[in-house]
């Protein structure tokens, strides 16, 4: 893959309306559930990224009828819990975690064999997560030594055993993984999190006429519980636009001087919206307009504008309702006054990049004082990105987005290596961030 690099001039304010693609969490989760319902599915807005179309090429490829996507439009014609067929060949991921754990619950209710493949990247991800689990409920798993890609699943035919399962981790996609093998299980399956995360597939189920249950065991622990054994009904699901891709603009907006943007339609999923919160408590000038609600998932234009930010400590509570907007989260932090700590977030350890390194190897890189801690970051913020730099990405697209933000407390240009994966996670990225004030390019290096 050529390396695709970001050239970002420094300075600028931004100005305007934008809406930026769909939730690539309910895009993933709209294409299985789809898949698997009885009926027609049909799906506006879809992401149409590398990462949400390996999910759609997976169901192609197991035989699953799927028209589009053509401007966000697709239709899904749902061949039950029970009509996958057997792939001809290994099932390519790319790089997408959330498709490989969630597949991988749905795949081990079948009665064939499937391998699981993906990029560079996501083959030295952590797989025995969803692997435990799954091995409890009686499936048949290999993988690589360290518990990584390639996984071979097993089918053997038999139902799953139902489970109580406690996650050793907050993770919605080991929940989700747990909860979809659920569906082919004898008995009730439930999974506790030790902390909340992102509710979309218990939702969406419930959306598809599968009854999920969700109840708090105590402040941070909750349950969610099904039975084995039931029925999907396909459904219409409008995709919010994405929270995760929602945030490099609001940030944006919120340290250049003379912002003012209006983000249309953006989910606002309570397990999602901890950067919001974040930016909050850092001072940012954000309010919340046109509530309403689109298939189970509630929607809102995020209106933003620029205020001074001020350093806090990150309430550990918000830390999984925000953990993939941390990136662009600490270059907030680096235009706040002040001293910015955030604890208790080490899964960021194990992204598509080690992010707590990667984005404090970047921040030094521009200027600013960012110190990695086992668990998190402190950053002393308030001070100018002040060096022309060149930052490595690790072919991650967070990264190179969260960097290309900062361009906009930037004297100099910053120069940012291997970008291709933006187009995993946000493939309009740089068209739109020029519409409303950036000045970036992709060049060839």
Not at 135 to 157: F, H, K
Not at 298 to 325: F, Q, S
Request: charged fraction near 20%; charge should be negative.
């Amino acid at each position: 893959m050529a390396n695709i690099q970001f050239h970002v001039q420094p300075g600028g304010k931004i100005q305007g309306r934008v809406r930026v693609p769909g939730d690539k969490s309910i895009s993933h989760r709209s294409i299985m559930l789809g898949s698997i319902a009885e009926g027609t599915t049909t799906v506006t807005g879809f992401l149409e990224g590398a990462d949400a179309l390996a999910t759609l090429n997976a169901f192609r490829d197991m035989g699953v009828q799927i028209e589009g996507p053509v401007n966000g439009q697709v239709t899904v014609h749902g061949v039950g819990l029970k009509g996958l067929k057997k792939p001809e060949k290994p099932l390519d991921m790319g790089n997408s975690g959330t498709s490989t754990r969630l597949l991988a619950g749905i795949i081990a209710g079948q009665d064939f064999d499937v391998t699981l493949i993906g990029d560079a990247s996501l083959s030295k991800r952590p797989m025995k997560r969803v692997v435990d689990p799954l091995s409890a409920m009686g499936a048949v798993i290999e993988t690589q030594e360290g518990g990584t890609l390639p996984m071979v699943i097993r089918g053997s035919g038999e139902p799953l055993k139902a489970i109580d399962y406690v996650l050793p981790m907050a993770s919605a996609q080991v929940k989700s993984c747990v909860l979809l093998a659920g569906l082919y299980a004898d008995g009730k399956t439930c999974a506790l999190e030790p902390a909340p995360t992102r509710d979309h597939t218990e939702r969406m189920l419930n959306g598809f006429g599968y009854e999920v249950h969700s109840e708090k065991v105590d402040a941070q622990q909750t349950r969610a519980c099904l039975q084995g054994g039931g029925k999907l009904t396909g459904m219409h699901i409008d995709v919010p636009s994405d929270i995760s891709s929602a945030a490099f603009f609001m940030v944006a907006a919120a340290i250049s001087e003379g912002s003012d943007l209006v983000i249309e339609h953006v989910g606002m999923n309570p397990t999602r919206t901890g950067v919001i919160d974040i930016l909050k408590l850092m001072g940012a000038d954000l309010t919340l307009e046109n509530f309403h609600e689109v298939g189970g998932e509630p929607v809102a234009d995020v209106h933003i504008k620029y205020a001074p930010l001020k350093g806090i400590e990150i309430p550990e509570e918000l830390v999984a309702l925000a953990i993939d907007e941390f990136p662009v989260l600490f270059v907030a932090a680096s235009a706040a006054q002040g001293k910015t700590v955030l604890t208790g977030a080490e899964e960021l350890r194990v992204k598509e990049s080690d992010r707590i390194q990667v984005m404090a190897d970047a921040l030094l890189a521009v200027g600013i004082d960012a110190q990695p801690t086992p668990d998190g970051m402190i950053i002393n913020g308030g001070v100018q990105c002040v060096q022309r730099s060149a930052i490595q990405s690790h072919h991650d697209h967070r990264i190179s987005m969260a960097m290309s933000i900062a361009g906009l407390r930037a004297v100099d240009t910053i120069v940012i290596d291997d970008c291709a994966n933006v187009n995993t996670s946000f493939p309009t990225f740089l068209p739109l961030i020029n519409q409303v004030g950036m000045v970036i390019s992709a060049v060839e290096a």
